[in-house]
């Protein structure tokens, strides 16, 4: 199963942006990059995904590596609701293969007011 | 609304009982997942069922047992032969792939 690696924490001020790195070297041409994010108690919230190209939603903007072997996820104007911890995940959709998502530790976001 | 819900959202049990966490949902989705989260760690795989009347043992089964009679439904029963019982369980369903996942609130299971 393909891995991901993210840096433990990672702090940033209220109204600035945040950039969010994930390393996915080992990733494969069927596998689409999930975020999702955590507040304490509550089950993870999806956030974004994507395959090649940039992506954006209400949420958040996705930047994906040209050789895909990385990603950052992009809060534009950080707030202090966005504390949470953010999980890089891989999906493969190629149906011959287990549906068995692997979620590492992620990273810790704190936001400073 | 549609959404995934999990009962009880606190549980306690004494040591050697088992007990079964209840995971409904009814986004329509067909694939459905049982994860553990142990204090500060990631999200481990238990079970995951990606069609009813049938699953799969994840990283973490032993312990651990599951049916998936009905769509809306995985229960999860935390038997008395997992060692280590305490922990904040987490169900999640999802569409066909690439799709993402909605998980439930979770369940605080706390063994004493």
């Known amino acids: 199963d393909a891995k991901t690696t993210q840096p433990n924490s990672m702090e940033s001020n209220e109204e600035e942006p945040v950039h969010l790195p994930c390393n996915h070297s080992?990733?494969?041409?069927?596998?689409?990059i999930h975020w999702y994010r955590q507040l304490p108690s509550q089950g993870p919230e999806y956030v974004i995904h994507g395959l090649t190209s940039n992506v954006n939603n209400r949420m958040a903007s996705l930047a994906i590596a040209e050789d895909r072997k990385s990603s950052t996820l992009i809060l534009h104007r950080a707030t202090l609701r966005d504390a949470a911890v953010y999980y890089c995940i891989l999906r493969d959709v190629n149906p011959n293969r287990d549906d068995k998502i692997i979620f590492g530790k992620g990273t810790r976001l704190h936001i400073l007011p | 609304d549609g959404g995934i819900t999990q009962s009880p959202k606190y549980l306690f049990r004494k040591e050697g009982q088992n007990v079964t966490l209840s995971c409904e949902q009814n986004?329509?989705?067909?694939?459905m997942y049982w994860y553990r989260q142990d204090p500060g760690q990631g999200l481990r795989l238990i079970y995951y069922?990606?069609?009813?009347?049938?699953?799969q043992k994840g990283d973490i089964a032993e312990g651990y047992s599951v049916s998936r009679e009905k769509k809306e439904s995985f229960p999860l029963t935390v038997t008395s032969a997992q060692k280590n019982p305490t922990a904040f369980y987490l169900c999640?369903?999802?569409?066909?792939?690439?799709?993402?996942?909605?998980f439930g609130s979770g369940t605080r299971l706390t063994v004493v």
């Open positions: 999640a369903s999802s569409m066909t792939r690439p799709y993402g996942y909605t």
């Open positions: 080992t990733i494969s041409g069927t596998d689409y």
């Open positions: 069922s990606q069609i009813v009347n049938d699953f």
């Open positions: 986004l329509n989705h067909d694939a």
